[in-house]
């Protein structure tokens, strides 16, 4: 028989004692969502059941416990460390789960400037690490644009990108080793060594997982020399993005690794270049970094590129400079938008999927097309590239429309039409339906035919590591 809220409370309270166990309404409300549901959440309107509790977890015993605890009790769990989430991944898709929180398990444990790696446990927030490895003068390379909230065990949870992927790659080439907790509460531990060839690499069992098979409590990270003052940006406007994606290839599949590497069409630019770009602007854009013999031949590879496309027309660098200075996102921007969303009824997204090189362009020129005829109220669409590859590249579709309906209709009316006309544009072509933020519950409809034949692998995954169904619920796999 299901527990009663009382009795999961109680059973927590038993594990992490009271002071950890949360149980105001408001917070519970809010615990529901994450930034799927932004625009019912600033509007106080909750449609998802709200959790029993919100349980801090101390420590990789805690959670543990909890685990053990809701496993065999049948009671949904959804992992949660910085809740920048912006896929649905925190919601609590079934009443009574428990939200198992590790922000609270927040100590760097090492950084070790000689192996070149750096131990956290799971509630670190990376720009605490940043700061702290950067005296030391390394960095992790790893910079997404919320990096001054989100915490190492979701950023690896979620298989996030950093801005400076295309030098240092995503998160998975970034993790050596971890602890995880399965639905069991079996801990395990996956060493850290440069590389092994012990069969399947299990570390990518856990990466990537978001809460549907396991809890990450630590994670040792590689570190870089940090060398900012080398830093150096070269950028172009351009004329339409067709060739602005063969001049980003042509870079790519040259060899060099410019650690940043964008592409922005000019609904997405206009956002960010007004100073020095046309309203009708492309904007391409690198930044190299590292040893200044690297940085010098990465921007002399680049330039000599682009002179080879008589449409790329240079920009003065400092104005790349200031832009990116102003990149990232913390609470300030976050409370900002949450007022403005309520004054104007005007939301902005964004969805992100990738294609190889050949495709990519037909995704984009199709997905606009389609969006600005069948869905109703988009004000702006467009995008850019911002990770790229050897074979193929991101794109990360932004758009705004004005809410015309009440708040508990807008995913469904806007956010879940535009996802379906961009994923099945991106299917129809062969690519990815998701490149970074996670499938969460939002691009759950479309995992079947994401992952085609080898969605066998994923079931049995499933079925191996949460055999009762109690890990993050609706997430990955559909309810
Ligand atoms: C303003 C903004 C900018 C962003 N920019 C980027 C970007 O540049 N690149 C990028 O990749 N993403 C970006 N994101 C998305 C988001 O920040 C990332 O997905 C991030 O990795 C989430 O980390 P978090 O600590 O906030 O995780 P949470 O939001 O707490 O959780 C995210 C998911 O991971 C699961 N999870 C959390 N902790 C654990 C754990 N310990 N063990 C197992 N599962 C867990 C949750 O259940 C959920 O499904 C952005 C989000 C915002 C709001």
């Given at each position: 028989?299901?527990?009663?809220?009382?009795?999961?409370?109680?059973?927590?309270?038993?594990?992490?004692?009271?002071?950890?166990?949360?149980?105001?309404?408001?917070?519970?409300?809010?615990?529901?969502?994450?930034?799927?549901?932004?625009?019912?959440?600033?509007?106080?309107?909750?449609?998802?059941?709200?959790?029993?509790?919100?349980?801090?977890?101390?420590?990789?015993?805690?959670?543990?416990?909890?685990?053990?605890?809701?496993?065999?009790?049948?009671?949904?769990?959804?992992?949660?460390?910085?809740?920048?989430?912006?896929e649905?991944?925190?919601?609590?898709?079934?009443?009574?789960?428990?939200?198992?929180?590790?922000?609270?398990?927040?100590?760097?444990?090492?950084?070790?400037?000689?192996?070149?790696?750096?131990?956290?446990?799971?509630?670190?927030?990376?720009?605490?690490?940043?700061?702290?490895?950067?005296?030391?003068?390394?960095?992790?390379?790893?910079?997404?644009?919320?990096?001054?909230?989100?915490?190492?065990?979701?950023?690896?949870?979620?298989?996030?990108?950093?801005?400076?992927?295309?030098?240092?790659?995503?998160?998975?080439?970034?993790?050596?080793?971890?602890?995880?907790?399965?639905?069991?509460?079996?801990?395990?531990?996956?060493?850290?060594?440069?590389?092994?060839?012990?069969?399947?690499?299990?570390?990518?069992?856990?990466?990537?997982?978001?809460?549907?098979?396991?809890?990450?409590?630590?994670?040792?990270?590689?570190?870089?020399?940090?060398?900012?003052?080398?830093?150096?940006?070269?950028?172009?406007?351009?004329?339409?993005?067709?060739?602005?994606?063969?001049?980003?290839?042509?870079?790519?599949?040259?060899?060099?690794?410019?650690?940043?590497?964008?592409?922005?069409?000019?609904?997405?630019?206009?956002?960010?270049?007004?100073?020095?770009?046309?309203?009708?602007?492309?904007?391409?854009?690198?930044?190299?970094?590292?040893?200044?013999?690297?940085?010098?031949?990465?921007?002399?590879?680049?330039?000599?590129?682009?002179?080879?496309?008589?449409?790329?027309?240079?920009?003065?660098?400092?104005?790349?400079?200031?832009?990116?200075?102003?990149?990232?996102?913390?609470?300030?921007?976050?409370?900002?938008?949450?007022?403005?969303?309520?004054?104007?009824?005007?939301?902005?997204r964004?969805t992100?999927v990738?294609?190889?090189?050949?495709?990519?362009?037909?995704i984009?020129?199709n997905a606009l097309r389609r969006l600005r005829t069948e869905v109703a109220?988009i004000?702006?669409a467009?995008?850019?590239?911002?990770?790229?590859?050897?074979?193929?590249?991101?794109?990360?579709f932004?758009y705004?429309y004005?809410?015309?309906?009440?708040?508990?209709?807008?995913v469904a009316t806007y956010r879940t039409e535009i996802n379906r006309v961009i994923c099945e544009e991106t299917l129809w072509?062969?690519?990815?339906v998701v490149?970074?933020?996670?499938?969460?519950k939002a691009r759950t409809p479309w995992v079947k035919e994401e992952?085609?034949?080898?969605?066998?692998?994923?079931?049995?995954?499933?079925?191996?590591?949460?055999?009762?169904?109690?890990?993050?619920?609706?997430?990955?796999?559909p309810?």
């Open positions: 028989m299901a527990l009663t809220r009382t009795a999961i409370v109680q059973g927590l309270q038993d594990i992490l004692g009271p002071h950890n166990v949360i149980t105001d309404a408001q917070e519970l409300q809010r615990s529901s969502v994450d930034r799927l549901r932004l625009y019912e959440d600033v509007h106080g309107v909750y449609t998802r059941p709200p959790p029993a509790a919100v349980a801090m977890a101390r420590n990789t015993e805690h959670v543990a416990q909890v685990l053990g605890f809701a496993n065999r009790h049948g009671v949904n769990v959804v992992a949660r460390t910085g809740r920048t989430a912006t649905g991944g925190l919601e609590t898709a079934v009443p009574d789960s428990v939200v198992l929180d590790g922000s609270g398990m927040d100590r760097i444990l090492e950084i070790d400037t000689y192996n070149m790696q750096a131990s956290v446990q799971c509630g670190v927030c990376l720009q605490t690490l940043e700061d702290e490895a950067r005296k030391l003068g390394v960095t992790t390379g790893h910079s997404p644009q919320s990096k001054p909230i989100a915490q190492l065990g979701g950023l690896v949870a979620t298989r996030s990108i950093g801005q400076f992927s295309t030098l240092y790659g995503g998160i998975e080439d970034m993790v050596v080793g971890l602890e995880a907790v399965f639905a069991d509460g079996t801990v395990t531990r996956i060493k850290n060594v440069p590389r092994r060839a012990v069969g399947p690499d299990i570390r990518h069992v856990v990466i990537g997982n978001e809460g549907a098979l396991c809890f990450i409590t630590e994670v040792t990270v590689k570190l870089f020399p940090y060398l900012p003052q080398n830093n150096t940006f070269v950028g172009y406007t351009l004329k339409d993005m067709r060739t602005g994606f063969e001049a980003l290839r042509t870079v790519m599949v040259q060899g060099y690794k410019p650690s940043v590497a964008r592409l922005y069409d000019p609904a997405d630019g206009a956002f960010h270049f007004s100073q020095f770009a046309a309203r009708d602007d492309c904007v391409l854009l690198f930044m190299a970094e590292g040893p200044e013999g690297i940085v010098r031949a990465t921007k002399d590879g680049i330039e000599a590129i682009a002179r080879a496309f008589p449409a790329c027309k240079p920009v003065p660098a400092h104005y790349l400079e200031e832009w990116f200075a102003d990149l990232n996102w913390g609470a300030d921007k976050i409370a900002n938008e949450r007022k403005e969303i309520l004054a104007t009824r005007s939301m902005g964004t992100e990738s294609a190889n090189w050949s495709t990519i362009c037909d984009y020129e109220d004000t702006v467009g995008g850019h590239s911002s990770h790229s590859y050897i074979n193929g590249t991101n794109m990360y932004i705004y004005d809410v015309k309906c009440a708040p508990e209709q807008e072509f062969g690519g990815s490149h970074h933020h996670g499938m969460g992952y085609a034949s080898s969605y066998y692998i994923l079931e049995r995954l499933k079925r191996a590591f949460d055999p009762n169904g109690v890990m993050n619920k609706g997430t990955i796999i309810l």
